[in-house]
């Protein structure tokens, strides 16, 4: 017994990471998020410098469950360069299946780099409902730098690999990002499959 709650106290804490920057303190998120594998919407508060919390409701295509769990994320390393950017989050999640009660997790690491120009990115996560490891490449380039109060866009070649049932399933789809200040719009396509993000934060 003691062990168990030891496995689920472990697991609350974390359910306090999330993929999702950390924003300034007392900030606020709204995320919605269409992609070839999931449905997600996600709003949730900053309260520290390197801790975010709030809820996440996502459908799995795949499989048309949804599931309702924290959405939180933890600023595990941040380094300030004189011309860059760069930061390690720790993920997880922990929720139900909102018809069958069952409980799930997420585990997972996001990694970034970036300076004005140029941004890479690379997450790994692992989630208990389908067994599936999932892995996403980002590269982007920005034509043009702009500063705060300009309207920043990003071209990014995005790849994912999802690993279940002994398969791989690849894709790799082109996305514009566009950011002014406090809103962000990405889409994207590959002639089979599309991509939407759109987030803003106040």
Do not use: C
Request: glycine letters at 6%.
């Amino acid at each position: 017994m003691f062990i168990k709650k030891r496995i689920i106290l472990l697991t609350l804490f974390l359910s306090l990471l999330q993929a999702h920057p950390v924003i300034f303190k007392g900030g606020k998120v709204i995320w919605l998020t269409d992609s070839p594998n999931i449905t997600d919407i996600r709003f949730g508060k900053t309260f520290t410098k390197n801790f975010y919390s709030g809820v996440r409701i996502f459908n799995h295509k795949d499989s048309d469950q949804s599931y309702i769990t924290s959405n939180n994320n933890l600023l595990i390393k941040r380094w300030n360069g004189p011309h860059y950017q760069a930061n390690i989050y720790g993920l997880s999640s922990i929720g139900l299946n909102t018809d069958s009660k069952k409980s799930m997790y997420n585990v997972g690491l996001h990694s970034d780099w970036e300076n004005r120009r140029f941004m890479v990115m690379h997450m790994i996560e692992y989630s208990s409902f389908n067994k599936s490891t999932m892995n996403s490449v980002r590269l982007a380039f920005t034509p043009k730098i702009t500063d705060y109060r300009g309207t920043a866009v990003w071209l990014i070649a995005q790849y994912s690999n999802n690993s279940f049932d002994n398969k791989n399933e690849e894709s790799i789809i082109p996305v514009i990002r566009i950011l002014k200040r406090n809103y962000l719009v990405e889409f994207g396509a590959n002639g089979k499959e599309t991509f939407l993000s759109l987030m803003t934060h106040f």
